[in-house]
């Protein structure tokens, strides 16, 4: 569901003086995006969960910061980020010191797992046998993290500038990181553009 | 950018959008909204200078309240102005005593 800013602004002042409704409205506009960014770039639904309710709690308490300049799913979006590289940062930190060796969840991928291996080989057949999602974890690991956040940046509709704002990063850089990506993607999914 | 490209980008970069029921995303939304904190009033997110005039109307009032309380002198008893009354009537009474008597005729 696409809202506009001014809608946007409406509802974030609405929302800042108390009015739960109005938030649900603004939460349902962006809520997947921000799950997606969370789930693809922790690669872990627990963790992308806890990091989509931290992300929408801290959006309730500063809500009256929101200006309505980009719409509210980007604002949001800049939240998400931040939150998943304070993720990142602290699981490297943990890895560092060796406390996740008996992770109770074995299943889960570990940040250097997340590091794309140029050297793995992917045999066609292997890769064919792989479900959908596989396919994608595949082929984000082929990817920086730069062009990794600006990929599913941009698998959420959103534009260029958002995107460069989100990422505090200049729109030429971005649209590199867009090239490269979508040669990535389009090579790992089989896909054509 | 053209439409096309963003179009392009939507159907390969949308790939990596999660997709989940609508059951999962309400769920999700009922988790985070019984999380929400209450606001503590709705004044939160107004800019300082709103107050002003709040703060200055109260500082009115309580200048008054202070002037209201500030101490007067006592009235004096009934007792005691009756009481002085009299001293004022003896002392008069004494000047009366000390003229001689025939300058009073």
Redesign the interface.
Known sequence: MEISTDRDQELATAA???D?NA??IL??SS???V??LA??LTKNESE??DI??ET??SA??H??SFRGEIPFKAWVLKITLNKCRSFWRWSNIRRLVSLDQDTDRPDEQSLHETIPDKNLPQPDKAFESLD?SEK?TRA?NALSLKQREA??L????L??REIAAIMKTAQGTIKAH?FE??RK??LT?R?G? | MKPEKKDNDLNLFGQLRVEKPEAFWSAQRARILAKLPERRNALRGLPAWTLAPAFAAAFLLVMAWFAQKQPTTPSMPEAEVQMLENLDMLSEMDILQKIPEQELI
């Open positions: 800042t003086g108390g739960r938030f649900e939460m349902r809520q997947q995006a799950f997606s789930c693809r992308a969960d989509t309710q929408f709690i309730w308490k809500i009256g959908h994608i984000l990929a599913i941009r698998g959420q509709g534009e260029i867009l990506a979508r993607l389009a999914l896909e553009l």
